[in-house]
């Protein structure tokens, strides 16, 4: 499949190598190409690209264009100025993956939610808001990025990973996705319609006071019963 | 010990039985002591104290007054109301352990959390603003009343609880009463100071969703690494 990913930081370089491994073609979006490529320095893109060089660089609108499914890694507060900017023509019936979360670190650690995407409302919602034909599947925000693409790492996998989306068969579809990660149908809770991702980014507010506390990010939560 | 409960419900009532087994002194709070007792019926208070006759039921003040230690076990919606005309000299120094979560069911289920006291405060912290000399400490408000008082009932008991709170000595002395109960040194995470009930409480947004997709609030979270 042809995949564009949004964000070229760190949670995207590591999809990009899962996606690339699995026979995938990648396409990075960015705001500009070449001030992108034009920063250096050993965490810089460049440098990550010219270990990878199947993962081409392009525009967010070209990216998107190009692309069957999206996958929204931006920082939380970038992706909805990054969304409005897009040519809705380029997401019409596209399964849009959001994994971002709107965290709020202006006023230090842990953060807020962003105002007005939080309690009553949430980014995943506000990405299908503004994009009604797009079909916002939101998961894999409750978890380090680590364990995204490598449930396996703990627990023999068995952790819980959330989904939720308006269009049932755009969560098939990512299930199946995540199902090639390790995920399993056990794993998988889908929680409903994307007005869930009010529940799955409002744990943020617990996640990141657990990892405060223990000073280990690398955790995940298993559902006891 | 002398523990005040203040809510006359099935939290509080669970709570009372549990005390009362340990052999503490129960008094159950309530706004007007004789229009509690006049409720009748299966469900009702006097129904159940008919078969609990070792708890004694007074006005909030009188039994906040009497306590060395005071449960919040009001519903969320009625619980700044209620400490907001409570003597501040009767929760002097006291440990107010506060298991209650501001969910407005206004709209329906899921509930959000009620405006003001969430995301950037909490019902904990408001508790706390109100009562500055008390010391109140969060916990057990992430799960099914059943778990509260028997983690064991599940797992071996081996399934979190958070708790917080400003002061050290007082979260010990709680740490201590729910080791009587099944929780251990390992299945309790001191979160730190009153701010971070914002995580516990905000995770009912979740918790809520998990439940409503499960069709099952018997269930917990165990940290997996």
């Given at each position: 499949m042809n995949i564009a990913i949004l964000g070229?930081?760190?949670v995207g370089q590591t999809?990009?190598?899962k996606f690339i491994s699995q026979g995938h073609t990648v396409i990075i979006g960015t705001r500009n190409v070449e001030d992108t490529l034009a920063k250096t320095g050993p965490t810089s893109f460049s440098e990550w690209q010219s270990k990878n060089t199947a993962a081409h660089l392009k525009t967010f609108n070209e990216a998107t264009k190009e692309a069957e499914i999206?996958?929204?890694a931006l920082n939380g507060n970038a992706t909805l100025t990054v969304f409005q900017a897009l040519d809705a023509a380029n997401l019409e019936k596209k399964?849009?993956?959001d994994l971002s979360n709107p965290l709020d670190f202006s006023k230090g650690?842990?953060?807020s939610l962003l105002e007005g995407l939080n309690n009553t409302?949430?980014?995943?919602?506000a990405i299908q808001q503004i994009h009604p034909l797009a079909h916002v599947v939101k998961t894999l925000n409750t978890m380090w990025c680590g364990f995204m693409l490598a449930p396996n790492l703990i627990q023999g996998g068995s952790h819980i990973n959330f989904l939720c989306?308006?269009?049932q068969k755009s969560k098939e579809t990512v299930a199946q996705l995540l199902i090639t990660f390790g995920w399993t149908?056990?794993?998988l809770l889908d929680l409903g319609d994307i007005t869930n991702a009010r529940g799955t980014e409002g744990y943020l507010l617990l996640w990141t006071r657990i990892y405060a506390a223990t000073k280990n990010g690398a955790f995940n939560l298993q559902l006891v019963k």
């Open positions: 070229t930081g760190s999809l990009a190598e999206i996958v929204n399964i849009v993956i650690f842990p953060p409302n949430s980014l995943g919602e989306g308006n269009d149908n056990e794993t």
